[in-house]
């Protein structure tokens, strides 16, 4: 957490969107000298994550506030486990309420899934990855909960890998001039970084094993059969990774072609946030 450097800017524009000119149902009736005690509890079976961020929307609000972390990042919590406890100024703790469970809800749902997908892949070699298909802004938080979740994080940005996908190879003019063009301007930039190119069929394929000067070949909506020849014609010579239409109920099968990394999107834009609750101590 504490390598997320903009955590906090983050987190206070999430207060200003929430308690815009005034907690006003807080202001009207809590005293502002009442002092109160709360905690946080699990509704669910899960993986936590987010407590930190948790923790510092508490202190954001009021650095007065006391709060007690019981359970941590990336442990199972199970149904009535007790997360935290807050104590302090009772209007405080309720204008940091909703944000702070909607960060640590969202994220544990995350860890949550991960976590389930990765047993699938138990006592295979393949590693599951995420995607840049994240909320705007939460990125760096999403993919720390996949990391939670037993996950592997893949690129973060468009900063830090080169991925040639099926627009960048067509806007390019083709697949031999998209890899020179990309080598070249690396090496122009002094840049060192891995290369990734997305291939539609085993025709693509070949014409990127023909040419080389990639790392990794992304196979891209191929079917386990034609997904298993391509595993087999690459031969560890690049690494490899499975996307598109992979679903809970293919995922094994998929890895059992011996493809080196499956990637989903679903990871962080398609899931059920974990149930927690606030309540009074």
């Given at each position: 957490m504490n390598k997320i450097e903009n955590l906090d800017e983050l987190?206070?524009?999430?207060?200003?969107?929430?308690?815009g000119d005034g907690d006003h149902s807080t202001l009207a009736c809590i005293p502002p000298d009442a002092v109160n005690a709360a905690k946080m509890v699990a509704k669910a079976d899960g993986v936590l994550c987010g407590i930190e961020v948790g923790r510092r929307v508490f202190e954001l609000v009021d650095n007065s506030?006391?709060?007690?972390?019981?359970?941590?990042?990336?442990?199972?919590?199970?149904?009535?486990?007790?997360?935290?406890?807050?104590?302090?100024?009772?209007?405080s703790i309720l204008t940091a309420e909703r944000t702070a469970l909607n960060f640590m809800q969202r994220m544990s749902g995350i860890a949550t899934e991960t976590n389930r997908m990765v047993a699938m892949l138990n006592g295979l070699d393949t590693k599951l990855l995420d995607t840049r298909k994240t909320t705007p802004n939460m990125?760096?938080?999403?993919?720390?909960?996949?990391?939670?979740?037993?996950?592997?994080?893949?690129?973060?940005?468009?900063?830090?890998?080169?991925?040639?996908?099926?627009?960048h190879i067509d806007f390019a003019g083709g697949i031999e001039q998209a890899i020179d063009r990309t080598r070249k301007y690396l090496a122009a930039k002094g840049k060192n970084l891995k290369i990734e190119i997305e291939v539609r069929d085993l025709d693509e394929l070949q014409r990127?094993?023909?040419h080389g000067g990639v790392d990794r070949i992304m196979l891209d909506n191929f079917d386990t059969d034609t997904l298993r020849e391509a595993v087999r014609r690459i031969d560890h010579r690049y690494e490899t990774e499975a996307s598109g239409g992979i679903t809970e109920?293919?995922?094994?099968?998929?890895?059992?072609?011996?493809?080196?990394?499956?990637s989903v999107?679903?990871?962080?834009?398609?899931?059920?946030s974990m149930d927690i609750s606030l309540v009074k101590k």
């Open positions: 987190i206070v524009s999430a207060l200003r969107e929430d308690v506030l006391i709060v007690n972390i019981l359970k941590h990042d990336c442990e199972h919590v199970a149904k009535g486990d007790v997360l935290m406890t807050v104590e302090g100024h009772a209007g990125r760096l938080l999403e993919k720390y909960a996949v990391a939670c979740g037993g996950g592997t994080n893949h690129r973060i940005g468009l900063y830090d890998m080169v991925m040639l996908k099926d627009n990127v094993l023909d109920a293919t995922l094994r099968k998929y890895a059992e072609t011996g493809v080196d990394f499956i999107g679903a990871l962080t834009h398609h899931i059920k």
